[in-house]
């Protein structure tokens, strides 16, 4: 309606960027078109290297511009990292998470028992049970901070899941004592505001970072490949936050959301003193 009333297709918001960017965001096939046809300009980038029409080649919309004047393919490799950030991000499943206060925490290569040990408990303790049997009341705050749950989760490379109603498992202290060897990344969805992830390298801490937002020009590929810059999506709401976490920590799985869900059957591990804050 706008652009047939003499509205510039190409206009600029506060951050440079033009209806086509955002309706690429939005994977906009109508908005698309119309732009388009009403000669929006496609492929000067906005932001970094991307532009409205490269934004588009990595959804359901590349037709549309693949074959317009100055398009270009995407390198091969970010094809591919597009396509495994997609199996990664459906490895959640197609239903909503509950998220709201959750903590999880992603460890590649360690086994059940292995995870347990560096929690400082013993394997032989910790029997796997179910949402109704765990060795704590659920009701109990100060008991939940206490416990975490352990799950195998099984890939290329798999892996173990560690879950809590709370932010234990994105903690430094934690993710510290549990990756030697290996890497650990922990997730935090606070309910207070925002989604915090922390990494672990090797039993060092190496940062942490607020997951989700929409990136920046400085931010790493994998802001993008996880679509944190894509407004509509046909997966549930944060998924690729958790399948960008478990990349994070290098895992490659099929199946993630059981291993998440705090009902499902786990082990229950009691931190000692020194990992609970």
Known sequence: MLLERGAEADARDGREHTPLWHAACAVDETAVRALIAAGADVWTPQLGPWSPGRLLLTTPLAPLVAELPGARPLPAGEAAAFREA????????????????????????????????????????????????????????????????????????????????????????????????????????????????????????????????????????????????????????????????CAAAGLRIADGRRAMDLGAPRRWVELPPHLIR
Not at 91 to 110: K, N, P, S
């Open 86 to 245: 997609d199996a990664l991000t459906a490895a959640f499943g197609e239903q909503e998470i509950w998220m709201e206060g959750l903590g999880v925490c992603f460890v590649r290569d360690l086994s059940e028992d292995e995870v347990i040990r560096r929690l400082g408990a013993d394997p032989a303790a910790c029997p796997r049970t179910g949402g109704e049997d765990m060795p704590f009341d659920p009701t109990d705050f100060d008991e939940v901070d206490r416990y975490v749950g352990v799950a195998a989760v099984p890939g290329s490379p798999g892996g173990c899941v560690i879950v809590q109603d709370g932010f234990m498992p994105s903690d430094a202290a934690l993710l510290e004592a549990i990756s030697a060897g290996t890497e650990a990344y922990g997730i935090y969805v606070n309910p207070k505001g925002g989604t915090h992830g922390t990494l672990a390298r090797d039993g060092e801490y190496q940062g942490n970072e607020e997951v989700g937002l929409t990136p920046h020009q400085a931010e790493p590929p994998a802001r993008w490949h996880f679509r944190f810059w894509q407004t509509t999506q046909e997966f549930p709401y944060a998924a690729n936050v958790f399948a960008y976490g």
